[in-house]
């Protein structure tokens, strides 16, 4: 008989997909404006014989430029300019790049990475240079990993275990949500000194713990804001990592945005999860919009195929709030959504 062994790649590949199939919860929140929306048709524009797979991430800079983070036959990150015309990839080939999960841009227009399967949060600078690293990638050299009955071992400063979600506060602070063998949310300084952490390597359901960090971001006070994917909610923290508040009524928090400028609203999406389980479209699909506070102002979306519809929402941008850019799984497509205005007192 022949015996087989898993090559490093494959082995973090089934280690990839080794983790619990999450269950899905419908929003409780009630009486809900529905917010009218249009999807803008051929929004991007890639060049002839290139393809997005998967799209995991994405991001806007300071002059509307859209960066997309996709999953295909590798993991890619592409550069449109704000007429989704196709300009340029980075970090084509680069150590740091296995199974995307996530990408930001900070107020400097930094490009921010979050690869899950090599443990790292990559900073590219606007010219697409390689600035900073956060994590380190397993060695290939340690041979197949482990996937099933295997003891986490307690989350280290400097070693991240399937990260999901980077974010800053005014200072240049880093906020890692880190994500799936690991649930937390680190804090490191802007030259990625450690700082503190919430949460731990093990899951919990308590006030302060997580299941699944999916994404994390900040407002322009430094309060910290995590989907808390398979707790089924969103919890909110000050800069220094206490408890704030937790928001429990909007299903499963898969992602969250935060739009700048003198008003904040916040955005997240209660999407259906991978694979379209039976049931899943009735109760899933929205993306609710949100004051800071929790205060409900409408939600827009529902689970479907064609363009208007959402396959499996894991990343949105919120630059201008009321264009939100919605990056797609299982569509393997990003849509631009412009919100309509809501009539008063709806």
């Keep these: 008989m022949k015996r087989y062994r898993l090559t490093p790649l494959l082995a973090v590949v089934a280690l990839l997909f080794a983790g619990p199939v999450f269950a899905q919860t419908k929003a409780t929140a009630q009486n809900v404006p529905e917010i009218a929306y249009d999807s803008t048709p051929n929004f991007l524009k890639l060049p002839v014989g290139t393809y997005m797979g998967e799209a995991m991430g994405v991001a806007t800079n300071s002059k509307g430029h859209i960066f997309v983070?996709?999953?295909?036959?590798?993991?890619?990150?592409?550069?449109?300019?704000?007429?989704?015309?196709?300009?340029?990839?980075?970090?084509?080939?680069?150590?740091?790049?296995?199974f995307a999960h996530s990408v930001r841009v900070d107020p400097q227009d930094n490009i921010w990475a979050v690869?899950?399967?090599?443990?790292?949060?990559?900073?590219?600078?606007p010219a697409g240079r390689i600035v900073m690293v956060l994590g380190h990638r397993?060695?290939?050299?340690?041979?197949?990993?482990?996937?099933?009955?295997v003891q986490v071992p307690p989350a280290e400063k400097y070693t991240l275990a399937r990260p999901t979600d980077v974010a800053w506060d005014a200072q240049g602070n880093i906020f890692v949500s880190d994500g799936y063998t690991n649930h937390r949310v680190v804090k490191y300084?802007?030259?990625?000194?450690?700082?503190?952490?919430?949460g731990s390597e093990k899951p919990g359901s308590q006030p302060g713990q997580f299941n699944t960090p999916h994404a994390v971001a900040v407002d322009a006070q430094g309060n910290v804001y995590v989907s808390d994917r398979a707790n089924h909610r969103m919890q909110v923290f000050d800069n220094n990592l206490e408890r704030r508040a937790i928001y429990d009524n909007i299903g499963d928090s898969w992602t969250v945005c935060i739009s700048p400028g003198p008003h904040q609203y916040l955005f997240t999406s209660n999407s259906n999860p991978n694979g379209n389980p039976p049931g899943s479209w009735d109760i899933t699909g929205e993306i609710y919009k949100m004051e800071l506070d929790g205060t409900i102002l409408g939600k827009f979306g529902h689970a479907g195929k064609e363009l208007g519809g959402?396959?499996?929402?894991?990343?949105?941008?919120?630059?201008?709030?009321?264009?939100?850019?919605?990056?797609?799984?299982?569509?393997?497509?990003?849509?631009?959504?412009v919100l309509k205005p809501?009539?008063?007192?709806k």
């Design 115 to 125: 690869d899950e399967g090599t443990n790292m949060v990559i900073k590219f600078n």
């Design 310 to 337: 959402f396959q499996v929402v894991h990343m949105m941008d919120c630059r201008n709030p009321n264009q939100i850019i919605v990056a797609e799984i299982e569509s393997w497509r990003v849509q631009k959504l």
């Design 138 to 149: 397993p060695e290939v050299v340690a041979g197949a990993v482990a996937t099933t009955n």
């Design 342 to 345: 809501q009539q008063p007192g």
């Design 189 to 198: 300084d802007k030259n990625g000194r450690f700082l503190k952490q919430v």
């Design 69 to 98: 983070f996709t999953r295909s036959s590798n993991t890619r990150l592409f550069e449109f300019d704000q007429n989704g015309v196709y300009v340029r990839e980075l970090g084509e080939g680069n150590y740091g790049f296995e």
